[in-house]
């Protein structure tokens, strides 16, 4: 729970580290469109490292890869596709995930069919209150930033800066305040799913819970484009805890045919940044090879703790928790989950328990 409720306002912090171009938040926000191919074009808010929407104009109509974290980003989005493109009639808006960076702007592409992962509507109804939270920081943030621009000279680099980030705020809490509705997709589906669209194919793939529980891969085979969301990112490896463990044999099937020469992928575009060369999910892939050998065979320590834990209570898990330190040849340790656990029992007001167990 605790590392779910920070993705969002990681995604925050991340942009508010890069260079700003001023965005007027009661205007039009301004937009990047790189250019992909004759046919697919990625679009981003100016100045920032926010969400890639990517469009593709086939011959049914233009597809959309993420909607961003704002409606209002969203509407700017679709109004560039239909410059570039010079059509105006939409097929599809697909969600790589359920992340509110990349599916806030739903609703502005409610109008087309909206395709996800089965589980995609089932995590947005349950974060709608992370949503609101977020949304109560920015307000907060925004109050006490405009009482510091007022002390600081309007021309000054620094004001300018901080006007930046007032104008980024303001952006994002329009689109996720009182206008805000959630907007799920329409359509899903389970393993695999193929929409052919004349020129174009789209096949989506379930990767297997990693960086959320529903991420998915998009392929366009015509373009050599793989759409990836959140899965991949430079030099960072794959979070990986005892829910995921179980879906390492998925992923490096998935990682495999991603690989192969054979398989046409040319361009790997993940859900924020450049595109990411295949030398590098060539590294992800090493490294999940060498994490599904470290942990074969093994059990999680985790998950054999919390079900004591919860079964009968904190003094024997603190003993089961012995046993099992006394066998690293049968339990694999995630450090990060214990902790994770124990910060959710101080949240929940279980202090006794949780000074114990730290």
Known sequence: MLIRARVI???????????????QAQDAPELDVVPLS?????????????????????????????????????EAARERFQEVFHRDDFAYLINTHDHGDHTYGNQAFADLTIVGHEGVPVQMEANDEQRLQTLQQLRASLGSLRERLEGLDPN?????????????????????????QITPPTRTFRDQLTLDLGDHT????????SHSDTDILVFIPEEGLLATGDLFAPGIDPYLNSERVPFLPQWLENLDWILDE??????????????????????????????????????S???????????????????RME???SRPDAFYF??????????GLMLEDQLAEAIALF
């Open 334 to 343: 995630f450090h990060a989950e214990f902790d994770s656990f124990v910060y």
């Open 156 to 180: 000054s680099e620094q004001a300018l800066s901080l006007q930046g980030t007032i104008d980024y705020y303001d952006l994002l809490a329009s689109g996720m305040g009182e206008d805000f």
């Open 38 to 74: 004759e046919q697919v074009v990625m679009v981003r808010l100016n100045g920032r490292q926010p969400t890639n929407l990517i469009g593709i104009a086939t011959q049914e109509g233009i597809v959309v890869i993420d909607s961003g974290i704002s409606a209002v980003v969203a």
């Open 262 to 299: 054979e398989g046409g992928v040319r361009t790997v575009l993940p859900g924020h940044g450049d595109a990411i060369p295949l030398e590098e999910l060539a590294r992800v892939r090493d490294h999940v090879r060498s994490r599904m050998a470290d942990l074969s065979g093994k059990e």
């Open 323 to 325: 046993e099992v330190r």
């Open 301 to 319: 320590a985790f998950t054999d703790f919390r079900q004591v834990f919860e079964t009968n209570g904190t003094e024997a898990a603190l003993l």
């Open 202 to 209: 789209l096949e989506l793939y379930y990767y297997g819970k």
């Open 9 to 23: 306002f990681s995604t925050l912090l991340l942009a508010f580290a890069m260079p700003w171009v001023p965005v």
